[in-house]
């Protein structure tokens, strides 16, 4: 069973930044994508980031800009670099790894930030 678990989520202030990690706990090249997704009170969850398997990048148009996804594949990790953060980017962050027939999603990192 893949276990991914993140981390780096925390109270910030408007206008500041907030690293997320999510570790793997098998081999990230495991997965076609990787990605971060996001979920605000009363919301649907929503896509932040994704990173495929051969480096490609995509994101969510409102978010481009300030959020910046990569990984290190010898640590398994995929990061998040959330930088100009505002209220309305307060929620709950998930990691998600996708294979060709199944998918994975982590616990969860609340952001809270504050105006």
């Known amino acids: 069973q893949v276990q991914l678990v993140e981390s780096g989520g925390g109270l910030v202030q408007a206008g500041g930044s907030l690293r997320l990690s999510c570790a793997a706990s098998s081999s990230i090249f495991n997965f076609n994508v990787m990605g971060w997704y996001r979920q605000a009170p009363g919301k649907q969850r929503e896509l932040v980031a994704v990173?495929?398997?051969?480096?490609?990048?995509n994101y969510a148009d409102s978010l481009k800009g300030r959020f910046t996804i990569s990984r290190d594949n010898a640590k398994n990790t995929v990061y998040l670099q959330m930088n100009s953060l505002q209220p309305e980017d307060t929620a709950v962050y998930y990691c998600?790894?996708?294979?060709?027939?199944?998918?994975?999603w982590g616990q969860g990192t609340q952001v809270t930030v504050s105006s």
């Open positions: 998600h790894a996708k294979r060709t027939f199944s998918g994975y």
């Open positions: 990173i495929i398997s051969g480096g490609t990048t």
